[in-house]
């Protein structure tokens, strides 16, 4: 990299102010050509705001922000891609009935005849090594592949400066690899890459510089190759980083909790099949099932937690059946689920905190007498979830729309394990929730479990089950492999499971002595 | 800002009202000034609106918990014509009976009577997903043709001159009047007590808990164990009965018999009660009576000034439409944008 160059991006005090909460102040940091440099930070840091400023979805209130020397002002995000900035979101904008090709037409500020633009596709595709049949339709493709149509979207583009919004929350092991020799190559011909994400690893494998971010403000540019995951994990959160404390001699019990070739049809055209699942777990063990997303593992939650009722006896606690009982009489047995949506599913955001705790505590915890909701027993039992968590909220009567997303899964976390359920069923239990929170709950379901509690924890973070489980299995377009011991099984063979049918055999190839050790 | 839309709604409308009807060629400040503040100033009006806001209120409050579980019932005439039909009916077999049964017979009918009309729209749409807005309007038309055959045939007054309508109703079918020479009925402290037990029952139960989650996030409801299905049912039930109930009150207080004319689009105008009373049961009591005051204000204003009848259903389509107009304002914002922003994809 030639320091004479003038830098890509500069910013300089930037700042942003919301009703009550100051998002990002005077925050500056600087992108070289070429370099690839990470933006970490907790949720609520203020890394989604600064980067929807670069991406002129928003506008700074003070500070400036100089584009290759040049100050400039980014209206939109149209003058943004012409300045040649780049987005790739977190959560892709799809359309799952059209093909590829027309998803990345739709897409383009400027109207290209379709044969020219599926000629710029496959050279791009090709200069890149991105597999994806412009033809495919977007429904048949894993999210992998999706991810690669909006990658795609940006290049075609030729952007100067990429940024990639949590790019690797769903990607298998070896789809995160490619995915890096794609970035590694962009960066050689001098694109500056923007990265964010929460995966410290990543970025010490990946990043030249890292820009951490707390409450709004700079607390350090560092080089990730010199820092420790942990290091970096307690400049993000201010403090130090507990680590999961599991109590030795723990025995596991008898089956609590037992699923015997459980088959649905999905519901609707993009949904999966679950077919022949079996899996049992015993008191005090944490059982996970790993997985790309979309392969099931919502189909299965709502199985298992009674939303979507399935065979008498596919569903057993303690041996009796409970298939066809609904979620309340589940809930009565003593089994408590998480659903991966927070909000509107396993919350509902123009609801209070309490009356949130009343949608599943109601008959566990004695908050209804003759048919009336008992609001002081529910309002006493959220303080205890918001004490007992460190939710960050106004008190039981905030919204829960009113709280960042990873206080709310704070809350929905506490609220359903201070209900000492005897088997609970998470999904992506840490979606979203930043290291010091994740630390939290990881703890309380480890201490669930110790207490005699059996836990499945559905998660598409394969550091998570690792660290939390005792075995685990993979789920993959509605089946699930069979189980593994914690401590016997290695990342890649878990992450070819998870690629299943998915990836071709180059995708799939185990590069030697990859980056990932699977802590014993 | 929840609260202040009702209000500029019908502030707008008086405004909007006063302009419309001087280019009309009316006296349209005078008009406005009749129908709004004559009916409150003039204290002969009041027992006029209390009758009036009666059955806007119950109809109201039923459709109001409808409303919140995203039940979209438009069928209330309809209920509100069955109820008064199935009191009708029993009022016709006790004619030549007396004693203090009677009335309350009659009211069960007509609560029962809402309700079947009300499980109509509830069945096709928990059995075959029929959308739940064209049953129920549609229904509203087959039960007046339903009620014409009957006035025409079967429940005609033998002793009414071949008038389509039936005898007069005795004084064990009709519900008193609170005093003595006046116009004022039982519906009225009814109705009152009506909105303040679907308040309490809409705040403190775990009933409209499950109203408002199902209307508020149908997955969290889901989750939470309340029935989709269940709650349909539920909804179209009790703002079936309680249109029902509005009916039997209105044909037992003021009609005291049962006429063609009967059907007045009370169970209409109550979505526009339901809506401006913000689907709270206490609003829907200010609300109710606010749509009386334009009933009774543009009957006033027909004598004095001229205004066509038509002038009162003006006025209340105008408070919907502005109404939902200033939600949608408060929610978003207006911008302007150039048309060559197609191509966004964040």
Partial sequence: MDANLPLRLELTGITKQFPGVLANDHVSFSVRPGEIHALLGENGAGKSTLVKMIYGIMQPDAGEIRWDGQPVSIPNPKSARKLGIGMVFQHFSLFEALTVLENIALGMDAKIPSRLLEAKIREVMNQYGLKLDPHRVVSTLSVGERQRIEIVRALLLTPKLLIMDEPTSVLTPQEVDQLFIVLRKLAAEGCSILYISHKLHEIKALCDTATILRAGKVVDTCDPGIETSRSMAEKMIGGNLKDIVKQGGRSLGEPAFTISHLSLPAAGPFGTDLEDISFSVRKGEVFGIAGVAGNGQNELLLALDGEVASAPGAIAMDGHPVGQLHTSARRKRGLCAVPEERNGHAAVGDFTLSENTVLTARNRLGMVSAGLIKAGAARTFTGEVIAAFAVKALGPGATAGSLSGGNLQKYIMGREILQKPTVLVVNQPTWGVDAGAAAAIHQALVDLAASGSAIVVISQDLDELLSLCDTLAVINEGRLSARMNVGEVSVEEIGLLMGGVHGTPEETHIAPGGEHAVPA | ?346
């Fill in chain 2, 1 to 346: 800002m929840l609260y202040a839309a009702p209000v500029a709604a019908v502030l707008l409308t008086m405004v909007l009202g006063a302009i419309i009807f001087s280019l009309m060629g009316y006296n349209g400040v005078g008009a406005v000034i009749e129908i709004f503040t004559r009916p409150i100033t003039n204290p002969l009006k009041w027992q006029d609106l209390g009758i009036k806001a009666a059955p806007l209120v119950v109809i109201g409050v039923g459709l109001s918990i409808a409303y919140r579980a995203n039940v979209w019932n438009i069928g209330a005439e309809g209920q509100y014509i069955a109820g008064a039909m199935a009191g009708t009916a029993v009022a016709l077999l006790t004619m030549s009976m007396e004693g203090p049964w009677i009335l309350p017979a009659m009211i069960v009918a007509g609560v029962l009577g809402g309700m079947a009309w009300g499980a109509i729209p509830a069945l096709l749409k928990t059995e075959f997903a029929v959308n739940e807005i064209l049953t129920s309007l549609m229904l509203n038309y087959a039960i007046v043709h339903l009620l014409y055959f009957l006035l025409r045939g079967p429940w005609r007054d033998p002793m009414g001159f071949s008038f389509p309508q039936t005898s007069l109703f005795t004084p064990s079918q009709s519900l008193p009047y609170l005093w003595q020479g006046t116009i004022m009925h039982w519906g009225v402290p009814i109705a009152v007590i009506v909105a303040l037990v679907a308040w309490f029952v809409m705040s403190r139960s775990v009933f409209g808990f499950q109203i408002k989650v199902v209307g508020a996030a149908p997955s969290a409801a889901r989750y939470g164990g309340f029935s989709t299905r269940n709650t349909v049912w539920l909804a179209l039930l009790v703002s079936g009965g309680l249109a029902g109930l509005a009916g039997i009150l209105e044909v037992a207080g003021p009609f005291r018999q049962m006429v063609p004319g009967f059907p007045t689009g009370y169970g209409f105008t109550a979505i526009i009660v339901a809506f401006l009373g913000r689907l709270n049961p206490l609003g829907v009591i200010v609300a109710g009576i606010v749509l009386a005051i334009t009933y009774v204000g543009g009957e006033v204003a027909q004598t004095t000034i001229g205004l066509p009848s038509a002038a009162t259903g003006i006025f209340q389509a105008m408070m919907l439409f502005l109404l939902l107009a200033g939600d949608i304002l408060v929610r978003y914002r207006l911008k302007a944008v150039r048309p060559a922003t197609a191509g966004e994809t964040a």
